[in-house]
T-cell receptor, first 111, second 113 residues
């Protein structure tokens, strides 16, 4: 699987939007972009995924660059409960089983 | 639908002992993956089971083993425990282990003294 690069940490204020970047310059055409997050003392949880087009769900939005070499996870209104480590992961179409986690971005949310 | 459950949640062992951790996947899920999480190495894939067969394996020594039962429940075993095995062990289940979402349990925190 291709490698992703994320900032180690980011800070946000409560109720403000947060843009979490991810670079994946070696992405291939069959790689999906997945985001998971891990809240303190919990297992990771799925957030969102996409291939080429921007995606929205109840948790977040995923904006994918036209060349697909980068993407941004958008939390529209950060809450204290969004404080977590966010992982950007590439998964090849048809790949089995495991996720390959990087270091992720630790998001802190200030009240 | 009940989520992924792992037992026990916490465990303390001493070096040289062995340990067995259990994971019950979401009902209907046939793929179970195990991960080890440590502060130094982060989240690392151990192995994946599908229909009672190990389908993928990460880069861990043979002291780490697992199995899956016909009801999709899975166990992992670590023999001859070392201090470095202290970690959070996470189990994740998915329907078929393909591109779909993986659902993680809360983990078992193992401390080796």
């Amino acid at each position: 699987d291709a490698k992703t690069t994320q900032p180690n940490s980011m800070e946000s204020n409560e109720e403000e939007p947060v843009h979490l970047p991810c670079n994946h310059s070696t992405i291939s055409g069959t790689d999906y972009i997945h985001w998971y997050r891990q809240l303190p003392s919990q297992g990771p949880e799925y957030v969102i995924h996409g291939l080429t087009s921007n995606v929205n769900n109840r948790m977040a939005s995923l904006a994918i660059a036209e060349d697909r070499k980068s993407s941004t996870l958008i939390l529209h209104r950060a809450t204290l409960r969004d404080a977590a480590v966010y992982y950007c992961i590439l998964r090849k179409l048809g790949s089995q089983g495991n996720l390959i986690f990087g270091k992720g971005t630790k998001l802190s949310v200030k009240p | 639908k009940a989520g992924v459950t792992q037992t026990p949640r916490y465990l303390i062992k001493t070096r040289g002992q062995q340990v067995t951790l259990s994971c019950s996947p979401i009902s209907g899920h046939r793929s179970v993956s195990w991960y080890q999480q440590t502060p130094g190495q982060g989240l690392q894939f151990l192995f994946e089971y599908f229909s009672e067969t190990q389908r993928n394996k990460g880069n861990f020594p043979g002291r780490f083993s697992g199995r899956q039962f016909s009801n999709s429940r899975s166990e992992m075993n670590v023999s001859t425990l070392e201090l470095g095995d202290s970690a959070l062990y996470l189990c994740a289940s998915s329907l078929l282990g393909q591109q779909e979402t993986q659902y993680f349990g809360p983990g078992t925190r193992l401390l080796v003294l």
